[in-house]
């Protein structure tokens, strides 16, 4: 098991180094955008289409028997494996030429995440997680990762990516509530938040209305950075859903029951 996670994760690396290639030369250009919704702006660009397809492209070729579900394609196929992607993790932070996106790229076995990889290709960082390890690779210089120790909620830096995209009203009203607590609070991280939580520069993210590639990936690299990652309600993020991550367990738990109090 050990070797075969060990080769999923270069080439997990290697469709990091592919995707990087593409995201990079379309960013900051005048691009068109396109909205996938009508009731609301959600940008889709020519980078995260083209990305999508040249990951799926090299997985069938190496890997034709797995299954694979992406933002913006799926191929799904009865196997115990599954490839997630998210081509541009943070479009609109992409759009607007802020470097906080990044591609998410992780691998699940029998429903749970084995690997996960968050490239953040504007910064030149790349965050990565598998079996029991988290570390982070900048300027070819791998550095282990590790959540701060012993912060309660009143000392805690909470970031999210905005609490206007939550999947409801009473959930953004619930994110306030921990935000009046926290010390610090920033809005607009995406996927770059967590990397940052496993790093030990923030403490707490709080989202809501995920979907399974906006998280899987990150799921590794905060459990093996010694962080808690989970649903609202302590589930499993896998199909996700409303995300709290957390520096540590108390810290998660802290902060759970002002989320899920009713």
């Not at 098991?1 to 290639?21: G, H, S, T």
């Amino acid at each position: 098991m050990k070797e075969n996670v060990r080769k999923f994760n270069k080439f997990a690396n290697y469709l990091a180094d592919e995707a990087r290639k593409i995201s990079l030369y379309y960013f900051k250009r005048k691009i068109k955008i396109i909205s996938k919704q009508d009731k609301y702006f959600d940008p889709v660009t020519i980078a995260d289409i083209n990305i999508q397809q040249k990951l799926h492209a090299l997985i069938e070729k190496q890997y034709p028997a797995h299954s694979m579900i992406g933002e913006e394609e799926s191929i799904i196929k009865d196997s115990e494996y599954e490839w997630c992607i998210d081509p541009i993790d943070g479009t609109k932070s992409f759009i607007q030429g802020v470097p906080l996106w990044g591609t998410l790229i992780s691998l699940s076995k029998n429903n749970k995440i084995i690997l996960g990889i968050a490239d953040i290709p504007a910064l030149n960082e790349r965050y990565i997680g598998y079996e029991n390890i988290a570390y982070k690779i900048i300027n070819k210089k791998r550095t282990l990762l590790g959540v701060r120790k012993k912060v309660d909620l009143k000392n805690a830096i909470l970031n999210s990516t905005s609490p206007y995209v939550f999947a409801s009203k009473s959930d953004q009203k619930k994110f306030e509530k921990v935000a009046k607590i926290a010390k610090s609070t920033r809005l607009g991280g995406d996927c770059y938040s967590y990397c940052l939580l496993a790093d030990g520069h923030v403490d707490l993210v709080i989202e809501s209305g995920l979907k399974p590639y906006d998280i899987r990936a990150l799921v590794p690299i905060i459990k093996n950075s010694g962080g808690v990652i989970k649903l609202w309600d302590g589930d499993s993020v896998i199909d996700g859903g409303r995300v709290l991550a957390a520096a540590s367990k108390k810290l998660f738990m802290e902060t759970q029951k002002i989320l899920i109090k009713k």
